[in-house]
């Protein structure tokens, strides 16, 4: 009924996040001259990158499921918008849907964003660990 409006409120609070950790990335940009600074630099991603992952993530899964509560015709284009907010029995029912599996799924959600920057992570510390001279050497 309900279950898509959990995952939207951590979309928002992500996209607060994202702009918010964005802008202090930018204030902080300190210029290196060191050559492996500057590789190392370019293969890992900011974080607000990777939190944007989570942000568009959210908000796809958020959409899709609005979409399938419109086509349903539980979320309708007037006052209340959810035909469950109508009724007061429906209501504790819409209630209990959103944090059952609106929360479950907000949580798999995040849970697989994680999993998503610890296999970037460990990719970045790899490309860390080859020298550029070694990168010469295995393109010959």
């Known amino acids: 009924m309900a279950c898509f409006i959990v995952p939207a409120m951590e979309a928002i609070v992500t996209t607060i996040a994202t702009k918010i950790v964005k802008t202090r990335e930018a204030s902080t940009e300190i210029s290196s001259s060191d050559a492996k600074a500057k590789v190392s630099e370019n293969v890992k991603g900011h974080f607000s990158r990777k939190l944007s992952w989570l942000n568009k993530m959210l908000w796809g899964g958020s959409a899709l499921l609005a979409l399938e509560h419109v ?70």
Do not use: C
């Not at 599996?101 to 790899?126: D, P, Y």
């Open 71 to 140: 086509w349903h015709g539980e979320v309708v284009p007037w006052y209340p918008f959810l035909t469950a907010a109508s009724d007061p029995e429906s209501k504790a029912e819409m209630l209990h849907e959103m944090s059952t599996v609106g929360v479950t799924m907000a949580v798999l959600v995040t849970v697989t964003w994680i999993a998503m920057v610890v296999a970037s992570s460990i990719i970045e510390k790899r490309a860390d660990k080859i020298q550029p001279s070694e990168t010469v050497k295995n393109e010959n």
